[in-house]
């Protein structure tokens, strides 16, 4: 039977709608999730909510019970999940020139 993804949180909505940066894929052009940190200048609600969505995440894969394509599958609907809660959470605060759709 098909493995549904992990319970967590919604994803944020866009922190700021019509910033040039949220706009033409994403902010971070793709930069790993795994250890990537919010910027310095992000509000302390952005960070709270980016640490909490990464350590739900964390947990859910470490508690993944299957392996192989279901695993893979899996951890990469996580990686899409925290990509997307990213960029609407920071997308403002992104450096330039990063933007990859």
């Known amino acids: 039977p098909p493995v549904a993804p992990a319970a967590v949180e919604a994803v944020p909505e866009l922190a700021e709608p019509g910033a040039a940066r949220c706009l033409g894929g994403d902010a971070f052009g793709r930069a790993p999730v795994a250890r990537w940190e919010p ?20 947990a859910a894969i470490r508690g993944f019970a299957r392996g192989g394509k279901e695993l ?23 450096p330039p020139g990063r933007r990859v759709a």
């Open 72 to 94: 893979r599958a899996f951890v990469s609907d996580q990686v899409d999940r925290l990509r997307l809660a990213r960029h609407n959470l920071f997308c403002g605060l992104a």
């Open 39 to 58: 910027p310095e200048t992000a509000r302390l609600e952005q960070i709270q909510q980016w640490k909490k969505l990464k350590a739900q995440s964390d």
